[in-house]
């Protein structure tokens, strides 16, 4: 079956912009994550989603980031005003019950802001 | 936000070589990961372990769950060029049960 996938996998902003990134995860999957990785970095939590609701929202860095899960099913993540420091690969991951079970990655949206 | 010790930074072997790489860390974790990154890719999951003192292995690869909870290793045997790439290990737990906390990441070069 088909994996998580990420669109648009690259993505250029000019800074100021707004971004939308989006992620669709495996079907059927209830629980839904977002990561920053930066430049030679290890992937850093954002938020996470049960269904939709999202019950952790304690790494997103400001409040410019907004993440939405609203048929618990695709998810978007969303930054304002994007600054030169919010240029990484962003990834979703997803798991199929439980938050403890093995999350499985998308290829992730590389944002590269100018 | 919290990463953890993760070395050596890089490595270049020739194939055929082993390769061991180990992570630590000041908290405690439930469980331990081990991912692989390709260029363009998200990390895949090579081994998970649940168990302090757990040995696992996965074909060439092999991890082991410290006894403090703080710590893990993986070693790869016999390695081959598709094993380049970089190689993070995860912790889970630790006030958390979803929250992965991240290595920065071994990036592996294999010399046919």
């Known amino acids: 079956g088909a994996g998580v996938s990420q669109s648009p996998r690259y993505k250029v902003a000019k800074r100021g912009q707004d971004v939308a990134l989006r992620c669709d995860p495996i079907s059927g999957h209830v629980s839904l994550f977002w990561y920053q990785q930066a430049l030679g970095q290890g992937p850093e939590f954002l938020t996470y989603f049960q269904n939709e609701a999202q019950l952790d929202k304690s790494g997103l860095p400001s409040d410019r980031f907004f993440a939405e899960r609203p048929e618990g099913s695709v998810s978007t993540l969303k930054i304002q005003r994007t600054q030169q420091e919010d240029s990484a690969v962003y990834l979703c991951?997803?798991?199929?019950?439980?938050?403890?079970?093995?999350?499985?990655f998308g290829p992730g949206t590389r944002l590269t802001v100018l | 936000g919290q990463q953890l010790n993760q070395s050596p930074q890089s490595m270049f072997i020739q194939e055929g070589e082993d390769v061991s790489m180990n992570c630590t860390s000041s908290?405690?974790?439930?469980?331990w990961l081990w991912y692989k990154q390709e260029p363009g890719e998200g990390p895949v999951l090579l081994i998970a372990l649940y168990k302090a003192g757990e040995l696992t292995s996965n074909g060439r690869l092999t991890a082991q769950f410290g006894i403090t909870r703080k710590d893990s290793f993986l070693n790869i045997s016999a390695s081959i060029p598709s094993d380049v790439g970089i190689y993070f290990c995860?912790?889970?737990?630790?006030?958390?049960?979803?929250?992965?906390?991240f290595g920065k990441g071994t990036l592996l070069t294999v010399n046919p």
């Open positions: 991951a997803s798991s199929r019950w439980q938050s403890t079970d093995t999350q499985y």
């Open positions: 908290s405690i974790f439930n469980t």
């Open positions: 995860a912790g889970l737990g630790g006030g958390s049960n979803y929250k992965l906390t």
